[in-house]
């Protein structure tokens, strides 16, 4: 690994640590309880009491950063859990079984496609109400055609390659053969497709939150933050600089992880010459 | 003689690897000068540190003086300004090299339309006389055919067009005949030579294979490990040749009678009649009726037990296609296989798995054969799964060690990577893996033909070791008469799709019946006849 690069992975590694350990550490202590409402501590500026500022309920900054970086976090890994838990097999499906198989699922993906994800979330929230479910769901069913279609293209040249020909007069069944030799040929792949949908799901989250689709007060999450800073960001423009540029960093940390992921997993570019 | 090219002591290294330790090499206007060398040699990255088309991490030292200039010093865009109007390149693979979807005509025009200002039916005119030069003329042959439509040699012939267009003063080709079967691989050599002496060109010819070479080239440089062992004139290396050097830079051209299994025991392992594939022809669709392509058109063939049949055809012929076909790995348009005397039903799965327990399949390139995450083990091992049981870990083992090493490999390489493999080493793991389940015919798709002459060589002679102490039968794939007549004891030559001729080897080479056999045989026998003149000095 040259050195820009290993700066880069661990520039990204620590960054995205941080955010981690942050919404971890939130679940059982937080800088100030953001529970309580102090009214007589509205609208602070950044001080040593509070690093970044109080809110027009008097609460932390600080802490509803961190408590919201859990709900962020945690809607963006489910989100991304049920795209790629979805759509990897679909996709793998679709390459392995050309003709009805193939064609079915390419038509699902481009129906959701043409389907945005704000409208979904609306269908949604309209039928089960806003909140962070909603999001996952909407989030994730966007996803689902981004990796159905990403893994299909991938493997779709593994198949005729040598060994997966030699595999088949092994006697293996396709679907044995897309997890066996498909799948981790194209991993690299998928994990870098994997922390970019990662990163725009957290935005996907603080947008669908923004337009009060997403998480509900109390509830804190970025989204949420800078929806409700938007009528005092020219009185208190912390409480609108803070979480934007915790998304800013969080998501440009995981992709620099994800590119120094690609590195180390991609045999290929090792190997593209002689 | 005046040097055009003089390089001096390059080396280079890629990811701090060395490639190139100290390549010296000149080559003279109007001369050919032939780059020998096994693979992984440094050949190739010689001409492409020449064109200065390396990748990024790269590190070249030393110099390249051409027209008083150090291509070492120069920056990209002024070698861009030479590469293709001063030196230009003819790669191995013709087909990759031309654009599927234009026609042959407008892709030469391309060139000096791009590099000179012409009006398209200049430049037109131009192409049509370059055709002419390269033995296409336009009037025997449209030259608004597309690349699809041409037969290898042709491509290739299209190809040394487009690189002599702008009137080089170095041509650099890199194996340009290796995908050509021996006949054309005549015609196209003797067309380089007569085009270079025409124009003045230095031509620096690289290959693997000395017999190819000995008759045109004039100076021959010998490379090995990425170093200039020697050059000299043709003469000076024919000497060397016939006191034995070299021996592994020339190919098998040495038949070796191949026993044929006694009447007795003959019984087919494999059967083929009016075998047929087919492949859609043009995009096929909703508004498209679909019309096919008869890759491989009534086959009918058989192999008997213990026995090796080659197939010899040119690349395009349908041999691969055919190979493919035979272990289910292309769909069928019409047909029946036979194994052991049983007919077999290509669409039901019991059947496939009595078919790929019996037949196995050696790949051509050793490089993508195997999935680059598994170790030697894993991939050796993969077969074992048509045996229908769950076998212990030790039995597997002891299967695996013991397919190793009847391909002449060892026990403690399993645990490795095959990364850690030379080309010709890989290909006696692939060989490892078709034999761990006993299988009574294994299929070798072109399966030396990536691998130097010594390599092949080896492979070869293991192949015939194989048929004796495993009694295993050969279904030999090759474009090259020469290394099918080393290894087989019958032989089928294959046009478009179709079997035209059956024979015997020793018949097949003595009495060929068919016009395109007698073609090949007389190429192969000029091929070897080259050899021994190298071999004997009487050049």
């Known amino acids: 690994m040259s050195r820009p690069v290993r700066t880069a992975t661990y520039a990204g590694a620590g960054v995205t640590g941080l955010f981690l350990a942050a919404a971890l550490i939130s679940f059982f202590w937080t800088p ?25 309920l008097g609460r932390d900054v600080l802490s509803i950063l961190m408590a919201g970086a859990r709900v962020s976090i945690a809607v963006a890994f489910f989100a991304l859990g049920i795209g790629m838990g979805i759509g990897v097999p679909l996709g793998l499906a679709a390459g392995a079984y050309t003709g009805p198989t193939d064609e079915a699922v390419m038509r699902f993906s481009d129906l959701v496609f043409a389907f945005p994800a704000l409208i979904l979330a609306i269908i949604i929230a309209a039928v089960f109400g806003a909140g962070a479910y909603t999001v996952v769901i909407a989030v994730g069913v966007f996803n689902i055609p981004v990796f159905a279609r990403l893994t299909r293209g991938a493997s779709l040249p593994l198949w005729k390659t040598g060994f997966v020909l030699a595999a088949r007069s092994a006697g293996k069944s396709r679907a044995r053969i897309a997890v066996e030799h498909i799948l981790p040929n194209i991993a690299a792949v998928l994990v870098v497709q994997g922390t970019i949908q990662f990163s725009l799901a957290i935005l996907a989250e603080a947008g669908l939150s923004y337009v009060g689709l997403g998480v509900q007060p109390p509830n804190a999450s970025w989204g949420r933050m800078l929806a409700e800073s938007q009528t005092l960001a020219a009185a208190a423009p912390w409480l609108a600089v803070f979480p934007g540029l915790a998304i800013f960093l969080f998501v440009f940390g995981l992709n620099l992880l994800g590119e120094s992921v690609r590195r180390r997993f991609d045999l290929g570019s090792q190997r593209a010459l002689l | 003689m005046t040097i055009v090219l003089d390089i001096q002591d390059l080396r280079l290294s890629i990811d701090n690897r060395s490639i190139l330790d100290g390549v010296s090499l000149a080559l003279s206007a109007g001369k050919i000068t032939a780059l020998v060398g096994r693979s992984g040699s440094g050949k190739s990255m010689t001409a492409f540190a020449t064109m200065g088309l390396l990748p990024r991490s790269a590190r070249v030292n030393g110099d390249l003086f051409f027209e008083k200039r150090n291509l070492a010093l120069l920056n990209d865009a002024d070698m861009s300004a030479l590469r293709g109007a001063s030196i230009s390149m003819i790669f191995q693979e013709p087909m990759t090299a031309l654009n599927p979807l234009q026609t042959i005509e407008n892709q030469i025009a391309e060139v000096f339309l791009t590099h000179q200002s012409l009006t398209a039916d200049d430049a037109r005119g131009k192409a049509h006389d370059l055709l002419e030069r390269v033995g296409m003329a336009p009037s025997t042959l449209s030259p608004e055919r597309y690349p699809h439509e041409l037969s290898g040699g042709q491509r290739q012939r299209v190809i040394i067009a487009m690189a002599l267009a702008l009137k080089p003063s170095i041509v650099m080709a890199d194996e340009p005949t290796t995908a050509l079967d021996a006949s054309t691989q005549r015609d196209i050599l003797e067309l380089l030579k007569s085009l270079c002496v025409d124009d003045n060109i230095a031509l620096m010819l690289i290959t693997h294979d000395l017999a190819v070479v000995a008759d045109i080239a004039d100076d021959i440089a010998v490379i090995q490990k990425g170093r200039i062992i020697e050059q000299a ?32 025991q003959r019984r087919p392992v494999l059967r083929v009649s009016d075998l047929s594939c087919a492949y859609p022809k043009h995009a096929s669709g909703l508004y498209f009726k679909k019309e096919r392509f008869l890759a491989v058109k009534d086959v009918s063939l058989a192999v008997e037990a213990g026995e090796c049949l080659g197939i010899v055809g040119e690349s395009g012929s349908g041999k691969s296609t055919l190979a493919r076909a035979l272990v289910g790995l292309e769909s069928l348009a019409a047909g029946e296989i036979e194994i052991d005397g049983a007919s077999v039903n290509v669409k039901r799965k019991t059947d496939m798995l009595r078919l790929w327990r019996q037949i196995q399949i050696v790949f051509q390139d050793p490089y993508s054969s195997f999935n680059p995450r598994h170790t030697v083990a894993q991939i050796v091992s993969e077969p074992l799964h048509l045996l229908g049981q769950t076998l212990t870990a030790a039995a597997r083992r002891e299967r695996v060690t013991d397919a190793l090493e009847s391909v002449g490999l060892k026990a403690e ?55 004796v102490s495993r009694g295993v039968s050969l279904l030999f794939i090759s474009h090259d008469l020469a290394v099918i007549r080393g290894v087989a004891n019958r032989i089928a030559v294959m046009k478009s799709g179709e079997i035209i001729e059956t024979g015997a080897t020793e018949e097949i080479f003595s009495h060929p019946r068919h016009d395109y056999t007698r073609k090949l045989v007389a190429a192969a026998e000029e091929l070897a006849a080259a050899l021994d003149n190298l071999r004997s000095g009487a050049l």
């Open chain 1, 32 to 56: 100030h309880d953001i529970g309580a409402l102090n009214i007589g501590e509205r609208l602070q500026p950044p001080s040593p009491a509070y690093w970044l500022g109080t809110d027009p």
């Open chain 2, 413 to 467: 390489h399993a645990a490795r990577s095959p990364d850690a493999f030379s080309g010709g080493q890989r290909q006696r793991i692939a060989l490892a893996r078709a034999l761990i389940i006993n299988p009574s015919l294994i299929i070798l798709d072109e399966a030396t033909s990536a691998l130097d002459s010594a390599a092949r060589n080896r492979v070869l002679s293991l192949l015939s070791d194989l048929r």
């Open chain 2, 233 to 264: 004139p043709k003469t000076d290396i024919a000497k060397k040749v016939s006191e034995g050097a070299y021996s592994e830079l020339m190919g098998a051209r040495q038949a070796t009678p191949q026993t044929t299994p006694p009447r007795s």
